[in-house]
């Protein structure tokens, strides 16, 4: 990838929703059992490879997500957020997210398409990149892939 102009650009906030702290005990035959220590760490070797830095948090609140996505502002070139539930309601995630000038990758474990009705929509979309579902593991070193490029592509436009 391209060489970044400054450390900020290359920093990438991970952040996660509510429950996702208890991935690895939680309903394991949708979500594996894999921790989300695990992810992260997955996350970050990824990252490195490609030359970024993964900054990750996990919240059940989604007022502190909002103001992690506020934080990123100037700070991080992008973002990667499974919000888990939140997803399918939290206009002010949304909302904080409109605000943020990078990419943002929308990232769940499962698919929620194929799952109950009322996980069909997300309030994320329509401010994300794209979305990686139901990829399960898989789905973090797709999301910093899908990031990099991203960010790749940025740097090839003329400033
Ligand atoms: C999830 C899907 C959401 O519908 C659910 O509420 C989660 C996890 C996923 O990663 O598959 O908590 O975001």
């Not at 970024?52 to 934080?71: A, P, R, T």
């Not at 997803?87 to 929308?106: Q, R």
């Not at 990099?148 to 003329?158: S, V």
Request: aromatic residues 6%; glycine residues 8%; negative net charge.
């Amino acid at each position: 990838m391209s060489a970044a102009p400054n450390d900020h650009d290359l920093r990438v906030l991970l952040l996660h929703g509510p429950n996702l702290n208890l991935l690895g005990e939680r309903e394991p035959e949708i979500y594996g059992t894999a921790t989300l220590d695990d992810h992260v760490a997955e996350a970050q070797r990824v990252a490195r490879a490609l030359g970024l830095d993964v900054e990750s948090h996990q919240s059940n609140h989604e007022g502190e997500l909002v103001e992690l996505i506020q934080g990123a502002r100037g700070r991080c070139a992008a973002i990667i957020i499974n919000p888990g539930a939140f997803t399918h309601y939290a206009w002010s995630i949304h909302d904080a997210l409109a605000a943020f000038t990078g990419p943002v990758v929308e990232l769940h474990l499962s698919n929620p398409n194929a799952r109950e009705p009322w996980r069909h929509t997300s309030v994320v979309a329509p401010v994300a990149a794209g979305t990686i579902a139901g990829f399960g593991a898989a789905g973090y070193e797709l999301a910093v892939t899908a990031v990099a490029r991203l960010l790749d592509a940025m740097d090839d436009q003329p400033r």
